[in-house]
């Protein structure tokens, strides 16, 4: 069965990076987009950005741009998400999920469990 | 950036049909914006219920159907369950811009 499975809470001081994992399995890794999305308390969701595991291309949302970086290792079906220059907003759970994007149909259907990010002096 | 648009709260009765709606601050959502809706219960991840447009993950109800209605993209629950309680979020992709933005959510409530 699909299985988006990430690494644990994180807590981190502001300016520090953080590295979010998310293991695939179940699937043809290289065959769906991985997306990053997040969600501070008590707020709604907000894409971060998507990561193609077969190129390696990567499609950020502007907000993250310069800040932000996907990366995938093939060889373990693992994609990492890399948020530099940490401030408190950033203080969010942090969730990626599959995509399967054709020309003409996408679906984003699985998720991961989330990874709590704390931002904290 | 684009803003995408969802009531903010929606309130049924068991057993009654509601609707849910998504729009685009660019104009007419479109089959091309591949609409997408979600569920999201307090403490659990969000849960995928229809994608590009009207088409149902294996596990969605049959009581969840999508669809665009007067320019945006709509979720109707038909025959609503207490389960039902929960917040919905639709997503939508831009892709002058190739991205995705989500809709702020909608808290829908059945009493």
């Known amino acids: 069965q699909v299985q988006l499975v990430q690494s644990g809470a994180e807590v981190k001081k502001p300016g520090a990076s953080v590295k979010v994992s998310c293991k695939a399995s179940g699937y043809t890794f290289s065959d769906y987009y991985i997306h990053w999305v997040r969600q501070a308390p008590g707020q709604g969701l907000e894409w971060m950005g998507c990561?193609?595991?077969?190129?390696?291309?990567?499609y950020y949302a502007q907000k993250f741009q310069g800040r932000v970086t996907m990366t995938r290792d093939t060889s373990i079906s693992t994609a990492y998400m890399d948020l530099s220059r940490l401030i408190s907003d950033d203080t969010a759970v942090y969730y990626c999920?599959?995509?399967?994007?054709?020309?003409?149909?996408?679906?984003?259907?699985?998720w991961g469990q989330g990874t709590l990010v704390t931002v904290s002096s | 950036q684009a803003v995408v648009t969802q009531e903010p709260s929606l309130t049924v009765s068991p057993g009654g049909t509601v609707t849910l709606t998504c729009a685009s601050s660019t104009g007419a959502v479109t089959s091309g914006y591949f609409p997408h809706w979600f569920q999201q219960k307090p403490g659990q991840a969000p849960r995928a219920l229809i994608y590009s447009t009207s088409n149902k993950q294996s596990w969605t109800p049959a009581r969840f159907s999508g669809s665009l209605l007067g320019g945006k993209a709509a979720l109707t629950l038909s025959g609503v369950q207490p389960e039902d309680e929960a917040e919905y979020y639709c997503?939508?992709?831009?892709?002058?811009?190739?991205?995705?933005?989500f809709g702020g959510g909608t808290k829908l409530t059945v009493l």
């Open positions: 990561v193609y595991p077969n190129s390696g291309a990567t």
């Open positions: 997503l939508l992709y831009y892709v002058d811009l190739q991205s995705w933005v």
């Open positions: 999920a599959r995509e399967m994007g054709a020309a003409n149909l996408k679906n984003h259907d699985y």
